[in-house]
């Protein structure tokens, strides 16, 4: 690994993280808190998942107060999880941090190594044939590339992973409306299959096609997805309060009113809000 002398802000935050490191082996250590020692990388990981959800609110509702919390917290797992693989005689935090820093040095030879730096599109293309032959010296030259996209993500950010991955390996439409008119065939095909009243598992993959696709529009058109369908939760969520707190000023509520008088509370609330917002629409 490349010799690097730090700068002061990071020999700084090096030091701090020191004593992170330490302050949780605290907690781990006879006499600490008893709710951290009899903590498990099972118990852990429902914290671990919801951290990592709440740095991606954070960063969605563009607030770096919050941000820099999120990722304090966020920190706080890895350290966690280190410590306690650590216990156990498996592996250690200094493991951690050597296995990801070797990957991040060979994985980048334009910038450590005597590679020219390329275009970002050359690099992603130079990253997965990296990884290729990882797989290879491993005896693992038969899996697949999409193997590294885990099967346990939510789905919206599993295929959005799998389909940049195979981009890279021009597996792709060449622009956003080629995978529009894909879109418009597949909406097709899923209102075929509704009036024809196929059974519910024919629908239910034509839909999944349609999100697929829909995924992919998204990707090409520069925008995360799984950030886009939070947006829009977070807009009905918005408008669908004002639907409610209007009726409740009547004394009423959804269920004693009907569609029309909600729709109309529904475009009132998109009225309020500034054509110039993201959320607008």
Not at 82 to 106: H, P, T
Not at 184 to 213: H, N, P, Q, S, W
Not at 247 to 275: F, I, N, Q, V, Y
């Amino acid at each position: 690994m490349p010799e690097m002398t730090p700068s002061p802000a990071s020999a700084e935050a090096g030091a701090l993280f020191a004593r992170f490191v330490e302050l949780i082996a605290r907690l781990r250590a006879p006499g600490g808190c008893p709710w951290d020692r009899e903590q498990t990388h099972e118990s852990v990981k429902p914290m671990t998942i919801e951290e990592a959800y709440e740095v991606a609110h954070a960063i969605d509702e563009r607030d770096d107060d919050e941000l820099e919390g999120e990722l304090g917290d966020l920190l706080l797992q890895v350290v966690f999880h280190a410590s306690i693989a650590e216990e156990r005689k498996a592996f250690g935090l200094r493991e951690v941090i050597e296995r990801v820093s070797a990957k991040m040095v060979r994985r980048h030879p334009h910038v450590y190594g005597g590679d020219d730096a390329s275009p970002a599109g050359e690099v992603l293309r130079n990253w997965e044939a990296i990884k290729a032959a990882e797989r290879e010296a491993k005896g693992k030259d038969d899996e697949s590339m999409l193997d590294s996209v885990h099967g346990g993500l939510p789905a919206v950010m599993e295929a959005f992973q799998m389909t940049t991955k195979v981009s890279r390996v021009g597996f792709d439409w060449k622009t956003a409306d080629g995978a529009l008119a894909k879109l418009d065939e597949e909406a097709l095909e899923l209102r075929e299959a509704i009036r024809a009243g196929t059974d519910a598992r024919a629908v239910a993959e034509e839909i999944g096609d349609l999100l697929f696709v829909a995924v992919n529009v998204a990707r090409l058109a520069g925008v995360d997805p799984e950030s886009a369908l939070k947006a829009a939760n977070r807009k009905f969520r918005r408008r669908f309060r004002h639907v409610e707190e209007r009726l409740r000023a009547d004394g009423r509520r959804p269920a004693d009113s009907t569609l029309e008088e909600m729709d109309r509370l529904w475009d009132e609330a998109k009225r309020r809000e500034s054509p110039a917002s993201p959320s607008g629409s």
